[in-house]
């Protein structure tokens, strides 16, 4: 299951942190912390999204 995991993790964080961009350009902040912070989010919250819809897949 991990394998499967980290596979979706390399499509959900791209995607996921991707839509955190555009949000936060969408805000009006356009520095490059708030970007940074918002890629840096989607990465961390991609992990246990990744988990949980492998274990999902499986079951």
Do not use: C, K
């Not at 596979?7 to 996921?16: A, E, K, P, V």
């Not at 839509?19 to 989607?42: D, E, K, N, R």
């Not at 961390?44 to 990744?50: E, H, K, N, T």
């Amino acid at each position: 299951m991990f394998r499967l995991a980290s596979l979706l993790y390399s499509l959900i964080s791209t995607s996921l942190a991707g839509s955190l961009i555009i949000a936060v350009l969408v805000a009006g902040y356009g520095t490059l912390m708030p970007i940074l912070g918002a890629a840096a989010l989607g990465f961390v919250l991609a992990a246990p999204v990744s988990w949980y819809v492998a274990r999902q897949i499986y079951s």
